[in-house]
């Protein structure tokens, strides 16, 4: 969790700064606009359902894909439908992805290629 989590909690920090200072200026350059959007986008990833705990290996793989730009493209209000249905994809498909995280408690460069291929290819069908 660490290890994937690492920067988040860097983006989150960018992107509560970037926020307050935009509410007084109107024009935003693309950089801090992409910033803006990614932080509305880590901040609806991180809601969790009361008493809905997630399992640590589904949270490793949501929050990778928050921080490593799989959900760039993602409008806000889809995040968590896409979280959703992208768990689902890999516990069907590359369900040794939660296994490998589940037993290892880390995420293997194999794991993390794995994820990486899983992420492309769910991309390609996220409509």
């Known amino acids: 969790m660490k290890k994937v989590a690492g920067s988040l909690k860097l983006d989150l920090a960018?992107?509560?700064?970037?926020e307050s200072f935009a509410k007084f200026g109107s024009d935003l350059d693309k950089s801090t606009q992409r910033?803006?959007?990614?932080?509305a986008r880590l901040v609806e990833l991180l809601k969790q359902g009361q008493y809905a705990p997630v399992p640590v290996e589904?949270?490793?793989v949501s929050i990778y894909y928050g921080?490593?730009?799989f959900m760039d493209e993602i409008p806000v209000k889809d995040v968590k439908r896409f979280?959703?249905?992208v768990l689902e994809f890999i516990e069907v498909k590359y369900k040794k992805i939660f296994d490998?995280?589940?037993k290892d408690k880390d995420v293997s460069k194999e794991t993390e290629e794995l994820l990486k291929k899983a992420g492309q290819e769910f991309l390609s069908t996220f409509k």
């Open 58 to 60: 589904k949270q490793v």
């Open 35 to 39: 910033t803006l959007a990614k932080g």
């Open 67 to 69: 921080t490593k730009g």
């Open 14 to 18: 960018q992107f509560r700064e970037l």
């Open 83 to 85: 979280e959703k249905e």
């Open 100 to 102: 490998s995280i589940k």
